[in-house]
């Protein structure tokens, strides 16, 4: 069985997957946001998603370790490392104390940084396309621009658990930045990007009647996380 | 008297433990390679040690393992190359010191908690942690 999910978000992702083991699924492959599945025992497994060091790669002392373990490393996906281990071992969990919780969620953090300034690139030069006259350009610089915005709430969400982690370790009281983009906005650029890739094959009317939509629902995103940004101060 | 071994070394960072106090990971892990020992050995022998209380995560052993090695506290004790390559792990001198200076810091909580059990309740008013 095949399923399509785009996860930003890796404690999600893991908690779906063990919902589908529950189900009896066994995660088994991924590409691209495509999850192959196959048939368990319901509850045989436990999914974790560890985050490496290497594009696409664990050191052997990592698989060894891991093997001897009692756990398996189903895919490498970019940085990320799908695992499981038979339920039958006992809980599995990979990160047990606080200090090394931080330090894998800050792992994470500063990759999502690093993709941020690399799409920020790329929407620059998807705008120039546009600017050359090419829609296509500005359906890209859409979608870039709803994987940024995707991309920036999930740093604050990884922020905030990092800041409560901490607060548990230091007993002392940090303050947190909720919220981020509202996913209204998200909404609303993926709509227009999808507009801006029909002009010109679908009438003229659809486009224009899916561009209005997509741009109430992007003002109406702005105006929403403007406001909350703002009432948090 | 013990004057602590350790002193503070640089800010305060909150990221990664600097060496004092050391983490219970930190310290049980040490206790555990006082004779060679591999991963999963060690995540066993933990366990046995608190009755189940600290079970180590795969993930925070093994970051464990590589900053204990970097810090030069621990270092690899064999690779047995006949049957299953496992990597096995033992305490070195450094490692046996600072373990020591653990020690000497936690008398000194142990000792100084004593004075508690003198005192009345009545006179001592408790300012409650925020510890969950």
């Known amino acids: ?233 | 008297m013990q004057t602590s071994q350790y002193d503070r070394k640089g800010s305060c960072d909150v990221m990664t433990d600097r060496d004092s106090p050391l983490t219970e990971a930190f310290f049980y892990i040490l206790l555990a390679l006082r004779r060679p020992n591999h991963g999963y050995g060690i995540i066993q022998e933990v366990e046995q040690l608190t009755d189940g209380r600290v079970a180590l995560g795969p993930g925070t052993l093994y970051g464990a393992l590589q900053t204990l090695q970097k810090r030069g506290w621990i270092q690899i004790y064999s690779v047995d190359t006949e049957s299953r390559k496992k990597k096995e792990y033992v305490i070195t001198q450094a490692g046996r010191e600072v373990f020591a200076a653990e020690m000497a810091r936690l008398r000194e909580l142990l000792e100084n908690g004593r004075l508690m059990e003198g005192s009345g309740d009545d006179e001592v008013s408790i300012v409650s942690g925020q510890r969950q």
């Open chain 1, 1 to 233: 069985m095949m399923k399509f999910r785009l996860y930003l978000d890796k404690d999600s992702e893991t908690e779906w997957l063990n919902q589908m083991v529950e189900k009896g699924w066994a995660m088994k492959r991924y590409f691209a946001g495509f999850y192959q599945f196959e048939r368990c025992e319901p509850g045989q497994y436990i999914y974790q998603v560890d985050f490496g060091s290497r594009l696409y790669h664990v050191s052997d002392d990592y698989r060894e370790f891991m093997e001897d373990a009692g756990v398996e490393i189903v895919q490498l996906w970019g940085y990320w490392i799908i695992l499981r281990r038979p339920a039958a071992d006992g809980p599995f969990e990979l990160y047990t104390d606080v200090g090394s919780t931080i330090e894998h969620y800050t792992k994470i953090r500063r990759m999502f940084h690093g993709a941020i300034i690399l799409e920020i690139l790329c929407l620059l030069g998807e705008v120039w396309v546009g600017i050359q006259g090419e829609p296509m350009g500005y359906a890209m610089v859409c979608l870039i621009g709803a994987f940024i915005a995707g991309c920036i709430n999930e740093s604050i969400r990884i922020r905030n658990v990092i800041e409560e982690l901490r607060e548990r370790k230091s007993d002392m009281v940090f303050n947190k930045t909720k919220k981020g983009f509202s996913s209204l906005l998200t909404v609303g650029l993926l709509m227009n990007a999808c507009a801006l890739a029909l002009i010109g094959s679908a009438s003229d009317y659809i486009v224009a009647v899916i561009q209005v939509i997509a741009i109430i629902m992007m003002a109406a995103g702005l105006y929403i996380s403007v406001r909350s940004a703002r009432g948090r101060q």
